[in-house]
């Protein structure tokens, strides 16, 4: 069964700082480009940025850009997301996806407030 399991969210100060992880199993981890999304209340999920399966090429979405990075440890089946100078509208549930396989897994609230 293919899993996707986000944690290290949490509440955090405008300007602040948060690490997220997500643990992959079920299925070969480092062969798939892997995506962060986001999804705030009342509003479409959207898209935040994608790693490819060996960590060398990253985009990311307009809104994130210099501020969040993507990374990943194939040997840990672990992708990661390190996000700076935290924003309100950043406040959101965050999953990681691997759209090849149409895998999406529980997420994790980000909340930023001051």
């Known amino acids: 069964e293919v899993q996707l399991q986000a944690s290290g969210g949490g509440s955090v100060q405008p300007g602040g700082s948060l690490r997220l992880s997500c643990v992959a199993s079920g299925f070969t981890f480092s062969r798939y480009n892997i995506r962060w999304v986001r999804q705030a209340p009342g509003k479409e999920s959207e898209w935040v940025a994608t790693?490819?399966?060996?960590?060398?090429?990253?985009n990311y979405a307009d809104s994130v850009k210099g501020r969040f990075t993507i990374s990943r440890d194939n040997a840990k089946n672990t992708l990661y997301l390190q996000m700076n100078m935290v924003k309100p509208e950043d406040t959101a549930i965050y999953y990681c996806t691997c759209t090849t396989l149409g895998a999406r897994g529980q997420g994790t609230q980000v909340t930023v407030s001051s």
């Open positions: 790693i490819s399966s060996d960590g060398s090429i990253t």
